[in-house]
């Protein structure tokens, strides 16, 4: 069955999912303790606020404040990527426990933006959402490679040491 969004609700919804996820990958850098993956959940974080900036221009409500003052924010309460952080806080998280909660929320975010764009009928909407879905992708594979990689399992920069000819 279509979904209908506006414009607008799609762009406060991408907005806020931008935030969820850039207060997340904050939150993830914060308890890291390796400087890789410090900096590739930095550089993540950075990347969610640019996307958020991205919609935020889009968006014509007043309701958010300026864009500044939106990303300062506190993190959103009902954030379930900063939750199952949290929780695992209790349990001496570390690097691993965060990019393992990243990758299956990011995993989970994807599916849900494709399912989402599909129902929707209003092509510029349904683009919100595919975007969306697609910039989420990305970052799954950049997860992915240094969850690779700290788990010294054969990285992608090292697989010509592997590949036999």
């Not at 001496?92 to 933006?113: F, G, S, T, Y």
């Not at 919100?128 to 490679?145: G, Q």
């Amino acid at each position: 069955m279509p979904q209908e969004f506006n414009m607008q609700e799609a762009l406060k919804l991408a907005i806020q999912t931008e935030k969820n996820v850039m207060d997340f990958y904050m939150r993830a850098s914060e308890i890291s303790k390796n400087p890789k993956t410090k900096k590739v959940f930095n550089t993540l974080s950075g990347e969610e606020r640019e996307h958020a900036g991205h919609f935020f221009h889009l968006y014509k409500g007043e309701d958010l404040g300026t864009f500044d003052e939106f990303m300062a924010t506190p993190p959103h309460p009902d954030s379930a990527m900063l939750h199952e952080l949290e929780k695992a806080l209790d349990e001496n998280v570390h690097e691993r426990k965060a990019m393992e909660i990243a990758l299956r929320e990011e995993e989970d975010l994807e599916k849900n933006l494709r399912l989402t764009a599909s129902h929707i009928v209003d092509p510029g909407v349904r683009s919100v959402f595919e975007r969306m879905a697609k910039e989420t992708r990305d970052h799954y594979e950049i997860i992915e490679s240094e969850y690779a990689h700290h788990m010294a399992m054969v990285h992608e920069t090292d697989i010509d040491i592997y590949v036999r000819e």
